[in-house]
């Protein structure tokens, strides 16, 4: 079954505007750990935010905020003041298990972004 | 920090010939790797977890025999993909876990990855 859903496969938004990409998940484990990765053209996995079960509040990490709703099992990424340089695929993962259990990521789908002037 | 390199980044071979993947972590020592698959516009699928010094574990599906994975230093995993035929072209990118956790909230370093056609 799928872990991670991604259900927007591609999305365009405009310059300077903030763009939501959502991410829902699923795991029995009250342990695990969501992060986001930005994929360029180039093919090179970014590391862009993190989000911890167990963290009481939303990550943020310059322009990129993540919408943690843990009840709705749901981590989406939030943009802010999209720049034509966040044209990319987006990924949403998942590790199973507390912090530094070193576990496998799960990927989802991506959505690709495009920014448009 | 935490920097992961591959090599090579772009490689053609005839179908029937075998190719070596590089993987290595430059300024820390990873004692797991993984080797991950994508296929274009599609995600990355995790094919094996390398462990130093140990047999590498395989996702099911994924021939262990087809795809060699040797994790025989700190710093370095190579994956061989043996009599390679056209379907095996793909994109192949590692990553490497830095057990100090020094390096924040992230957990896994990627590398660059590395582009096969089987011709």
């Known amino acids: 079954a799928q872990k991670i859903t991604q259900t927007q496969p591609g999305m365009f938004v405009q310059e300077k505007e903030a763009v939501t990409l959502d991410c829902t998940y699923d795991?029995?484990?009250?342990?695990?750990?969501l992060f986001w990765y930005k994929q360029p053209s180039s093919g090179e996995m970014i590391f862009l935010i993190y989000?911890?079960?167990?963290?009481?509040q939303n990550a943020t990490e310059g322009r990129y905020s993540l919408n943690f709703q843990k009840a709705r099992k749901s981590a989406n990424l939030v943009i802010s003041a999209s720049q034509l340089g966040d044209s990319a695929m987006y990924f949403c993962?998942?590790?199973?298990?507390?912090?530094?259990?070193?576990?496998?990521?799960?990927f989802g789908a991506g959505t690709q972004v495009v920014v448009t002037p | 920090g935490a920097v992961v390199s591959q090599h090579p980044s772009r490689v053609i071979c005839k179908s029937g010939t075998s190719v070596k993947i590089e993987c290595r972590s430059l300024?820390?020592?990873?004692?797991?790797m993984f080797w991950y698959r994508q296929f274009p516009k599609q995600s990355l699928m995790l094919m094996a977890t390398?462990?130093?010094?140990?047999?590498?574990?395989?996702e099911q599906g994924v021939e262990k025999d087809k795809f060699l994975i040797n994790h025989a230093s700190l710093t370095l995993s190579t994956l061989t993909v043996t009599s390679a035929h056209p379907e095996d072209s793909s994109f192949y990118i590692c990553?490497?876990?830095?057990?100090?956790?020094?390096?924040?909230?992230?957990?896994?370093?990627f590398g660059p990855g590395t582009r096969l056609t089987v011709l």
């Open positions: 300024d820390f020592q990873a004692t797991t």
């Open positions: 989000q911890g079960s167990y963290d009481q």
């Open positions: 795991t029995s484990d009250p342990s695990y750990g």
């Open positions: 993962a998942m590790r199973e298990g507390p912090p530094r259990s070193w576990g496998k990521l799960q």
């Open positions: 990553s490497a876990i830095d057990i100090t956790g020094g390096q924040g909230d992230n957990e896994q370093f």
């Open positions: 390398s462990n130093e010094g140990s047999k590498a574990t395989y």
